[in-house]
Each structure stands twice: as structure tokens, then as C-alpha cells.
């Protein structure tokens, strides 16, 4: 009983050879935890499966081949490097790392080759976003493996990243706006996220934490959680009329997003919900992140800097900051220039 205590959701059963394992549970997420209750390898992989990650294969280093891609993803977990990142950026980089792990584990680190990784890269082609995140989790590998003294050079720097057509996530304009507002009324949960997102360029990990401890001399204020483990930028935002319109009717006791019982709602939780609120209101290509671009444009569009915009919505570098403040400005002169 101690044992289920210090690991809630990890229940034994007995496999078809009669040894007993271990298994995750909670709702209809189940993963396996392996046969050795408590051992680094079983934490690592309760820890991810409550983070909503199946590990795939094996983790430990000494239950891997020496010198293989397997033994070096399970390395470059454990580095500083990678502990440092945020556990959503974590286990984002898992899940697209694990798949690569799952198919080339058994090969030499060695061996890998600009072709070889030109050709996994390739068989992506369909898809390039896929492919070029792929690409950079591989550039990280391979130098993780030069400063082992596992390889001289990094082959994978040597390849070149895939075109992709647009801008990423669809940015949200003022009709798709009004037309969510007008399919969520105010007072619905729906009507207050995507407030909250638009005046505050606030990612949904961020969003689902702000409440009223965040609200200070008329601003809401918060570090994100991206960038907390480097220190982080306080980010402070003028709280906007119709912001705050929106926030004078929730309890004081809870986060603004909270679930019914008045907990936190998670991020994934908050994604999902954003899904079928977009749906509702005909607008399936809009996202909860389209509207953090959407805070930027319109502040683009106010005649904001590339620095004002950058200190709401805290990008690390300027560049995506000044394609708004670009794009925003080509606007408001074709329109002057058709007007004259």
C-alpha cells in the first residue's frame, strides 16, 4: 500500500509468464512502467506518463546498446541541456525524438551520415513542419554527441530545412473575432479564454495559471513558463477595458480559467476546449496560439514597436515580432495609397 502511495495510478499485474509489472492508469491513458518497482528507469517512466507520455523502448543507458542512437537519446535526457527545458517543451521534444528512437535505436551513433539523415528527413517531405522539428531535435543529438567525443562533426547541420509555405498558425483578424464573440457570448467560459489570450498574448500553459494573484496596480503580471527555468522576463501587460470587464465577474478565489470545482484547468485540457469552441464558431483554422499572433498584430497595427510588442508577448528574439510590425505596415500603406 506504501508503494501506491508514493506512485498514485501505478498498479501491478502479473504478465503472461507470471512476472509481475507495473502499469500507469488514469482515465483512458495507460502506460508501461516496467518490472522494477522504484528503479531510476521506472521513475523516468512514471514521471512521462504523467505527463501524458508513453515511453517507447527502453530508457536506462545500461539496458541499451553502447555507443548506439538509443544510448544517446537516453544521455542527452539526463543532460543538463535537456533538464533544463520546461517540462511541456520536454516532453514535446520526446515524442518527436522517441519516434526517431523507435526506428534507428540499435544503430552506431558513428555510423550516422549527412545522407542518412537527408533520407529519414525526406521521408517526411509531406509534411515539412514535421520534418524541419525533426531536423533540429537531430542537430541537438549530434552535437550532444561531439561533446561526448562520440563523433567529430554533426551531420545533421549539413542538411537543409524544408520550405514551408505561410506563417504557421493561422493568425486570427477582427472578423473571426467578432465572429467567436458572437457564437460565445459574454460570461461563457469560451468568451473569457479568448479574451484573456487576446489582451494578454498569454500561451494556453500560461493562461490556465493567471488569476487574480497575477492582477497588480491595474496590470497582470507573470513569468513564462517557457522560459522560467532560465529566469525569465517578467511579463506586465496593462490590463484593457474589455479585459476588464471580462475578469470584474469571475470569483477572486480561483484562476480565471479554473475548472468547475476550482482548480486549475490544464493546458492540453484548455486545448482541447479551444478546439470545439473554434468549431462551434465555424472557425476551425483559428487556435488558441493564433491568437497570441493576433495580440501582436494588433499592436502592430496601433504603431507599436517591435520592442513594445516583444515585452507583452516575451518572444526570446525580434524577428517574428518585426514580420508583424512589417506586415501590419504594408497594410496600413497599401491602404493609404489606395486612398489618395
Not at 523502448?57 to 555507443?67: A, M, N, S, V
Not at 537519446?73 to 533544463?84: C, Q
Not at 497575477?214 to 507573470?222: L, S, T
Request: charged residues 30%.
Amino acid at each position: 500500500m506504501k508503494r501506491r502511495k508514493q506512485f498514485p495510478g501505478a498498479t501491478a499485474f502479473f504478465d503472461r509468464h507470471g512476472k509481475r509489472r507495473w502499469r500507469f492508469r488514469k482515465g483512458g491513458f495507460s502506460a508501461e512502467l516496467g518490472s522494477d518497482y522504484g528503479s531510476e528507469d521506472f521513475v523516468r517512466r512514471y514521471e512521462d506518463a504523467v505527463n501524458g507520455h508513453k515511453t517507447r523502448g527502453l530508457i536506462g543507458t545500461d539496458r541499451t546498446k553502447p555507443y548506439s542512437v538509443s544510448q544517446l537519446v537516453a544521455l542527452w535526457y539526463r543532460s543538463p541541456e535537456f533538464l533544463d527545458l520546461a517540462p511541456s517543451t520536454q516532453k514535446v521534444y520526446r515524442g518527436i525524438v522517441e519516434k526517431f528512437r523507435e526506428e534507428h535505436g540499435d544503430k552506431p551513433v558513428r555510423l550516422m551520415q549527412q545522407r542518412h539523415v537527408q533520407t529519414i528527413l525526406a521521408e517526411k517531405a509531406e509534411t515539412p513542419t514535421a520534418a524541419n522539428n525533426l531536423r533540429k531535435r537531430l542537430i541537438q543529438l549530434m552535437d550532444f554527441a561531439t561533446t561526448l567525443d562520440r563523433r567529430g562533426d554533426n551531420p545533421a547541420r549539413a542538411t537543409k530545412p524544408f520550405r514551408v509555405g505561410g506563417d504557421g498558425f493561422h493568425t486570427w483578424d477582427e472578423d473571426e473575432l467578432a465572429q467567436f464573440f458572437k457564437a460565445h457570448r459574454l460570461g461563457t467560459l469560451a468568451h473569457t479564454a479568448v479574451t484573456l489570450m487576446l489582451y494578454t498574448g498569454a500561451a494556453r500553459v500560461d493562461a490556465v495559471k493567471l488569476g487574480p494573484k497575477n492582477v497588480r496596480n491595474g496590470k497582470i503580471e507573470y513569468r513564462r513558463q517557457k522560459t522560467q527555468r532560465s529566469g525569465g522576463v517578467l511579463v506586465s501587460v496593462p490590463i484593457h477595458p474589455d479585459l476588464a470587464e471580462v475578469l470584474d465577474k469571475l470569483p477572486k478565489d480561483r484562476p480565471f480559467l479554473a475548472t468547475q470545482k476550482g482548480t486549475m484547468r490544464s493546458a492540453g485540457g484548455l486545448g482541447n476546449l479551444m478546439q470545439r469552441w473554434t468549431e462551434e464558431a465555424e472557425l476551425p483554422q483559428c487556435s488558441a496560439h493564433g491568437l497570441r499572433k493576433a495580440c501582436a498584430r494588433r499592436l502592430a497595427e496601433a504603431g507599436a514597436t517591435a520592442h513594445e510588442i516583444g515585452a507583452v508577448t516575451s518572444h526570446k528574439t525580434l524577428a517574428l515580432v518585426q514580420r508583424y510590425t512589417e506586415a501590419a505596415g504594408r497594410e496600413v500603406m497599401a491602404d493609404s495609397a489606395m486612398s489618395n
